[in-house]
Nanobody, 127 residues
Framework: QVQLVESGGGLVQAGGSLRLSCAASGLTFSSYAMGWFRQAPGKEREFVAAIARSGGITYYADSAKGRFTISRDNAKNTVYLQMNSLKPEDTAVYYC????????????????????WGQGTPVTVSS
């Protein structure tokens, strides 16, 4: 079965960095667009970043632009989220997701368009 396993979350001070990883198995990784979403306590899940199948196109939420970088290694079936200049408002559980459809820029930011989800990794940014 398909598994997406996130790692790399933790506690970091404001201004610090974290690198999240998501290892995928049970699917043809290069055939899936990959996304990162996050959910803070009491809030809805929100889009953070996504990357096309080949890695040639990336998408970012406004809150992530200039601070976060999404990348993928299709040989390792892994997608990454490098997070720099972290802020307390970045505190959330971060989820990795995989989408089989070819999605437009309008759809790739929508959680229902994704077929598979990881269990999440918590990120806490202290002030």
């Amino acid at each position: 079965q398909v598994q997406l396993v996130e790692s790399g979350g933790g506690l970091v001070q404001a201004g610090g960095s974290l690198r999240l990883s998501c290892a995928a198995s049970g699917l043809t990784f290069s055939s899936y667009a990959m996304g990162w979403f996050r959910q803070a306590p009491g809030k809805e899940r929100e889009f953070v970043a996504a990357i096309a199948r080949s890695g040639g196109i990336t998408y970012y939420a406004d809150s992530a632009k200039g601070r976060f970088t999404i990348s993928r290694d299709n040989a390792k079936n892994t997608v990454y989220l490098q997070m720099n200049s972290l802020k307390p408002e970045d505190t959330a559980v971060y989820y990795c997701s995989a989408a089989s459809a070819v999605l437009s820029s309008l759809l790739i930011i929508r959680a229902p368009e994704y077929d598979f989800w990881g269990q999440g990794t918590p990120v806490t940014v202290s002030s």
